[in-house]
């Protein structure tokens, strides 16, 4: 009984130290996202003036009318936002110290960061070749086709299941889209 | 003519619409159009919106009572729709039902699904059964209120919405709900102002001079983050425990009677509101849920009134964005919007002289309301089911499907290739984002709301010559920017002394 209440408490303290350490990290990405958002609101104020201060020279017009204007506050109340969230996650204990290379490292060598990676290059891969011309190749792709190959390669990439189910799923798949959406509802597909 | 011979008059032309509908062309036509818009809704990037224009195209042909019977049908399913998937997968089919996915999934991933779903369709059949009755009777009245409304308060009540959204769904920091407004709101200014027709942040682009559109960012942010999370993941399968319906759903609603009247009320007025429509009044049925209740601590990990609010109060908007469509000829929702072209395709133009020149349409409507809601609790009935049973396929192999859904909803927008870049540029964005726990829902608010906001903002201080001080002159203006500045300032240490101050005395 000791035991097992001790086991429980040792649970509970590792449990505990994961959700400390999964706030840290939050708090360091925060502090990185406040730096990149101030920078890029600083950007915005600049833009917006530039831009207002043309169509004022243009168009005549008041500076309360200027497009400028409200892209301009937005800027101003993002800067505000980023410094308060920087603020906020400097007091939690947020840093920029994983950055380090080494600390870096690790999470670039992690099996969730590839998988990350490779769901948005297999998404990327299959929008651009439903564009009319694919890039580079300038050769058009059938939609079908397209779909076809991409559920396949992500099935199997992830091992949703067996082989010949895969085939079988994304071909049935393909047909169906397919025929609900170009033939049913008329909609025109790739 | 006297209030009580008008209400007799409006109640007798109802059921008269109500009997004539009554034919079983019209119930085979019904369900169709309802099957379709929950099918629409239910899939991510295929809205309401989306339903309607398609359907007033194809419905072309027919005439003006059964076209009007699709698109209806296709509207109300569509909003009822985005709840199924916002509730057994986390990612709304409908942004309007971005709401619901707060407490909704919650209650999946505990083996609450079925509970979750009955909720969320009898809670969609009792708004829009009581969005229709108030359409019915208060229309007049309603009219007059919207009339009201100049850019000031349109102003101000597109910030509320998009503050009240952003305190309300940062599960972190709500510094977090608001920066993601903020660039919800400076994504809707890219392309052409209205004012001045001048080019903003498009960057010599000229695929972006009309703008960011909604419905690919809607994918881009809630489908791709979606997508890649459960792909990366480690744990593939949901748990389905328990299928089937384990809450008296009667002592629910018993219990909390007023309420539905008050979310199904708020649903109504956000709906009349030209240009707000559902999504916002979904986000302030949710918040008033929230605040109201005992636990309101637990909302976001499964509460039923968590789905109940934002179900009973974008249904309920569907009568009210109708409202200002008919009186106005001023939609009140992005779909109203389709609508209002369907309904000039066919010849009848809304305005305050149509009750005039049809006097039977604001009961025809009504009555199809009426109907609609009926039928969305039939097929929801059959088609929620074979949703349920999605919770037991592998979400390695349901989950590129969606990835495919996403993107012909995306292309089905408007054959523009250019947007399949936008969606992944954006969804990039949107998985970091969602990463760092900032909700997609108060940007994808400031994304539809970005325009309207900066012209009603511009015209305001034209119109007073840039005198600020008229933007808060008039009571609902002053009302709403109350609201804004209670909002942020409840977010506060401020409120809190000010709380604690008066619980003292």
Known sequence: MLFATGLHDFDEGRRKMIIDQDKKN??????????????????????SLVI????MRVTDCAFYIAPGLPTLLIGFFLLVSAMILLVTAR???GDLRWLSPKKFLVKFKSKEFWNTVIVFGYLFLYMIVLWERTPLLGIHIPFWLATFIFLNL????????????????SGITTFLVDFFFRTLARIPLP | MSLLQSFLQISSDFLASSVSFFTLGNLVMMFAAMMVGITFGVLPGLSATIGIALFTGLTYGYSFDKALIILLGVYVGA???????????????????????????????????????????ISSFIGTIFGMLIFLFLTPLMTKLALEFTSPEIFWLSIFGILICGSISAPDLPIKGWIAGLIGLLMGMVGQEDIQGWERLTFGVSNLITGIPFVPMTIAFFGIPQIVKSMRSAQFKIEAKKDRVTINIWSLIKKNFFNILRWGTIGIGIGAVPG?????AAWVAYDDAKRRHKRKEEFGTGVYEGVMAPETANN??????????????????????????ALMLHGIRPGPLLSIEHPQIIPQFAALLLWASVFLFICGLIITKPMV????????????????????????YNNNPFHLLLVFIFGVLGYFLNKMEYSSAPLILGLILGNLADSSFRRALFLHHGALWRLINRPLSFIFFAACVLTILSQTKVMHHVKKMFVKK
């Not at chain 1, 207002?52 to 169509?55: G, K, P």
């Not at chain 2, 707000?276 to 916002?280: D, L």
């Not at chain 2, 964005?321 to 779909?335: D, E, H, R, T």
């Open chain 2, 276 to 280: 707000v429509g559902e999504n916002i």
């Open chain 2, 316 to 341: 309920a908007a569907i009568g009210g964005a109708i409202i200002p469509l008919v009186s106005l000829g001023i939609p009140g929702s992005p779909p109203a919007a389709m609508l209002l072209g």
């Open chain 2, 389 to 412: 049973s999605i919770l037991k396929v592998s979400q390695k192999i349901l989950i590129p499907i969606i990835a495919v859904l996403c993107v012909v909803g995306v292309y089905a």
């Open chain 1, 91 to 93: 007091r939690q204990g």
């Open chain 1, 26 to 47: 939050m708090r360091d990405t925060d502090v990185l996202f406040a730096l990149i958002l101030m920078v890029a609101s600083i950007a915005l104020i600049i833009y």
């Open chain 1, 52 to 55: 207002s201060f043309e169509a």
């Open chain 2, 79 to 121: 909003i009822y729709g985005g709840s199924i998937t916002a509730i057994l997968i986390n990612i709304p089919g409908t942004g309007s039902a971005a709401a619901t996915c707060l407490d909704g999934y919650p209650l999946a991933m505990k083996g609450e699904s079925s509970n979750a779903n009955i909720l969320a369709r």
């Open chain 1, 154 to 169: 992500m099935m199997i990439t992830f091992k949703a299941t067996k082989f010949l189910n895969i085939i079988i799923i």
